[in-house]
């Protein structure tokens, strides 16, 4: 059974950093591109971040250089690193993983599997 668990959101004030962290089994970790997005309740799925079987990795543009993207493949566990954080990043951020992965952000529109996401608010 494949499950995606993300774990490490909560509550800061703008300009402070969160880790995520997403703890992936039941499924060959390292053949899938993995990404995190976010989404909140209403609006459209943002892809937020992505990093290719190879390691290339992928942002978009509102968080490029204050967001990182990171794996492990000995823990099958992907990571998020969030600093300088504002208040329009506040939104359920859900870990991702897909076979197909197109280059830059483009798995996002093909995903196989997705966590249950973890609730990131920012005040400002």
């Known amino acids: 059974q494949v499950q995606l668990v993300e774990s490490g959101g909560g509550s800061v004030q703008a300009g402070g950093s969160l880790r995520l962290s997403c703890a992936a089994s039941?499924?060959?970790?390292?053949?899938?591109?993995m990404g995190w997005f976010r989404q909140n309740s209403g609006q459209k799925r943002e892809g937020v971040a992505a990093?290719?079987?190879?390691?290339?990795?992928s942002y978009a543009d509102s968080v490029k250089g204050r967001f990182t993207i990171s794996k492990d493949n000995a823990k099958n566990t992907l990571y998020l690193q969030m600093n300088s954080l504002k208040p329009e990043d506040t939104a359920m951020y859900y870990c991702?993983?897909?076979?197909?992965?197109?280059?830059?952000?483009?798995?996002?529109?093909?995903?196989?599997?997705w966590g249950q996401g973890t609730q990131v608010t920012v005040s400002s």
């Open positions: 039941g499924y060959t970790y390292s053949s899938y591109c």
């Open positions: 990093i290719d079987t190879d390691g290339t990795t």
């Open positions: 991702a993983a897909a076979a197909v992965c197109g280059g830059g952000l483009s798995l996002f529109y093909d995903l196989d599997y």
